[in-house]
């Protein structure tokens, strides 16, 4: 092994955490502001980007966060190391609803593709990177999935993903087609493409958008049936349109609060 062998395990349904279980001198790496709680003789520390062996001098450290950037992440990660003599726990959430999926990079040929924004921890070891989609059309049209997140190393690794999460086995050339913000992982042999939705009735006023993503097996897949980007567009859509105005159950809500406070 590589990477630091650690155990876990995973509480929750609809709004998981993930309690990591940490030998003396274990390290666990996460993304920043993930933290849920952690036991004492735990010490974290701020690392330019995920302390992973591959980097080499100060020059790999700054290459390695930079690449964190392209995926909308910060700089920086942190890292939680036992310092104790006894075992000890660290537990990480999730941002939004969803659930959280433990991958045993070993299993996985060492490497997961995910989202840019479903990293949520790792042990200390695991490579996180960039993974740029070749292809043309990929770059101009794929949206989200232009640059994604590369999981590399023999050891654990936590992705988060909204709603509720399948796992399907892609046979050789077998093709799954899914809507660019579904996609939350897939293992590296899998071909990634983007496809023009057909029909113009289709493509403007189907509601769904312009692309697809088009997947080709081997390989395995993980959808998501919440992701953010749809969530957060219909929360922004039931906001008041005007300043002062209202809208919904929300605002009658709020409508009988404020005559029962007098205002």
């Known amino acids: 092994m590589n990477n630091h062998e650690i155990d876990f395990k995973l509480y929750g349904d609809d709004m998981q955490f993930v309690e990591v279980e940490l030998d003396p001198g274990e390290t666990v790496i996460a993304e920043a502001g993930s933290l849920m709680m952690m036991e004492d003789h735990i010490e974290m520390e701020t690392i330019f980007g995920d302390g992973s062996g591959q980097q080499s001098g100060i020059m790999g450290k700054l290459f390695s966060a930079g690449k964190r950037v392209l995926t909308g992440e910060s ?113 590296g042999e899998v071909d990634y493409n983007i496809e023009f939705v057909k029909g113009v009735k289709t493509a403007l006023f189907g509601g769904e958008g312009l692309f697809f993503v088009t997947l080709k097996g081997p390989g395995t897949v993980w959808v998501q049936s919440l992701p953010f980007s749809r969530l957060a567009s219909r929360v922004f859509a039931a906001m008041p349109q005007t300043p002062g105005g209202s809208k919904g159950e929300g605002s009658m809500a709020r409508g009988l609060f404020d005559m029962f406070n007098g205002d």
């Open 75 to 187: 700089l920086f990660m942190t890292a939680f190391t036992n310092e104790g003599k006894e075992k000890k726990h660290v537990s990480f959430a999730s941002p939004y609803p969803g659930k959280i999926i433990p991958m045993d990079l070993s299993e996985w040929d060492k490497k997961i593709i995910c989202q840019k924004d479903a990293f949520l921890a790792a042990a200390k070891g695991v490579s996180v990177g960039i993974e740029l989609q070749k292809k043309l059309g990929t770059g101009f049209f794929g949206g989200e999935g232009f640059i994604m997140q590369k999981l590399e190393g023999d050891g654990m690794a936590f992705v988060h993903a909204g709603g509720t999460i399948h796992k399907k086995e892609l046979q050789i050339g077998e093709t799954l087609r899914l809507d660019t913000g579904c996609l939350v992982a897939m293992t």
